[in-house]
C-alpha cells in the first residue's frame, strides 16, 4: 500500500472501523487472578484478634477478595488492601481453615486456604 490508502487503512484499523478484520484489541480473558494469603503463615498458631490478609492481581483488574474463616464468610472486599480481623474468642482450640478467594472483572477464580491453630490457653 502506498500514499493515502495505506493511511487509510492504518486509520480504520486503528479506530475498529475494520470491518473484515475483526476487533484486532478483543482478546479474551481466561487467566484466573494470582492470590496469596499473607497474614497469618500456614501453620501459625493465633489467638484473640487476628489480621487475616491477602493479595490479589489481575491484568484485567479485581472484582472481589472474599476472606473465609472454616466455611463462614467474614468480609467481601472490593478495594485492596483485602483485610478484615478474624476474632478467635468464640472458635475452640485447634486447627482451623482460613480461605480466600478472588474473582477478577471477567469472572475467572482463584482460592488459597491455610491452616492455622488456635491456641487460646483455655481449658
Known amino acids: 500500500m502506498r500514499g ?3 493511511w487509510l487503512w492504518l486509520a480504520a484499523v486503528a479506530t475498529g472501523a475494520a470491518g473484515c478484520f475483526g476487533d484486532v484489541n478483543e482478546q479474551s480473558d481466561l487467566d484466573s487472578p494470582i492470590l496469596r494469603i499473607t497474614s497469618p ?3 501459625d498458631t493465633v489467638f484473640g484478634l487476628v489480621p487475616f490478609q491477602a493479595v490479589a492481581q489481575d491484568a484485567g483488574g479485581i472484582d472481589v ?3 473465609f474463616a ?6 467481601n472486599d472490593f478495594v485492596p488492601p483485602y483485610q478484615t480481623v478474624w476474632n478467635t474468642a468464640s ?8 480461605r480466600a478467594e478472588a474473582k ?4 475467572n477464580t482463584s482460592t ?7 491456641a487460646s490457653g483455655r481449658n
Not at 91 to 98: R, Y
Open 4 to 6: 493515502r490508502s495505506a
Open 41 to 43: 503463615r500456614q501453620g
Open 65 to 67: 477478595v472474599k476472606l
Open 70 to 75: 472454616d466455611g463462614t464468610l467474614l468480609l
Open 91 to 98: 472458635v475452640a482450640d485447634g486447627p482451623h481453615v482460613l
Open 104 to 107: 477478577d472483572l471477567a469472572g
Open 112 to 118: 488459597e486456604s491455610i491452616v492455622v491453630v488456635v
